[in-house]
């Protein structure tokens, strides 16, 4: 148990099906982070939150919107995905200092997982 | 875009002997952190070693980093059935005051134990 919790740990969809992912932390932790694990590919990081507010978007495509009502929670709302969307979605969560230079970045935790299937 | 490249990308070894893998990156970095999963779940942090460091231990791994080479070294001494899993490495990456804390991972060394 890492303190980051991701449901649902599977999800079967259709391309025209509307779900989404949740993922929860309770290390108050200030920054959370959806990435995205394909077979033989790296992990990709999707989107970033630091302290509530966006701050990255990797190029990510609009059927992958993201929410962080606040630090503790962050949605991934799907609509219309594709069958190469098919994918393991982590979530993690990290303490990042206060906005600067870049400082010394502390460890991320992860959460297990939604292992997504787009049928 | 992809910072740490691991190598080997494959790994299989007998229990009880030592595993080594190795981790390149480009840029400038603040810290280079190593990861281990296990299939399908995810990421557990192992170690964190700093620019400033050039070494770092914890139970059974030592952790290397040479960044004049822009290189690190993970090694497992005296590996057991149990370690079997992909290690990444990851390196920070971002701009100023936007994007700290950002992790990028490698495509990760798949060790194989075998008892």
């Known amino acids: 148990e890492t303190g980051v919790t991701q449901t649902p740990r599977h999800l079967v969809m259709g391309m025209t099906n509307k779900k989404s992912l949740k993922c929860e932390q309770h290390l108050g932790h200030n920054a959370m982070y959806w990435y995205k694990q394909s077979a033989k590919k790296p992990l990709e990081l999707m989107f970033v939150y630091n302290f509530k507010e966006q701050t990255e978007n990797n190029s990510v495509p609009s059927r992958f919107s993201p929410e962080c009502p606040n630090s503790s929670h962050l949605f991934l709302h799907l609509h219309t995905l594709q069958p190469e969307d098919s994918a393991l979605y982590l979530c993690?969560?990290?303490?990042?200092?206060?906005?600067?230079?870049?400082?010394?970045?502390?460890?991320?935790?992860f959460g297990q997982g939604t292992r997504l299937t787009v049928v | 875009s992809q910072q740490g490249e691991e190598d080997p990308q494959a790994l299989s070894i007998q229990e009880g002997e030592n595993a080594t893998m190795n981790c390149s990156y480009k840029?400038?970095?603040?810290?280079l952190q190593w990861y281990r999963q296990n299939s399908g779940r995810g990421l557990v942090h192992l170690i964190l070693i700093r620019s400033n460091e050039r070494e770092k231990h914890s139970g059974r791994l030592r952790v290397t980093l040479d960044t004049s080479k822009k290189s690190s070294s993970l090694l497992i001494t005296a590996s057991r059935a149990a370690d079997t899993a992909s290690y990444f490495c990851?390196?920070?990456?971002?701009?100023?005051?936007?994007?700290?804390?950002?992790?990028?991972f490698g495509k990760g060394t798949k060790l194989s134990v075998k008892p």
């Open positions: 840029t400038s970095i603040n810290n």
């Open positions: 993690a969560s990290s303490q990042v200092p206060g906005q600067g230079p870049l400082g010394t970045n502390t460890e991320a935790f």
């Open positions: 990851a390196t920070a990456a971002g701009s100023y005051g936007g994007s700290q804390g950002n992790l990028i």
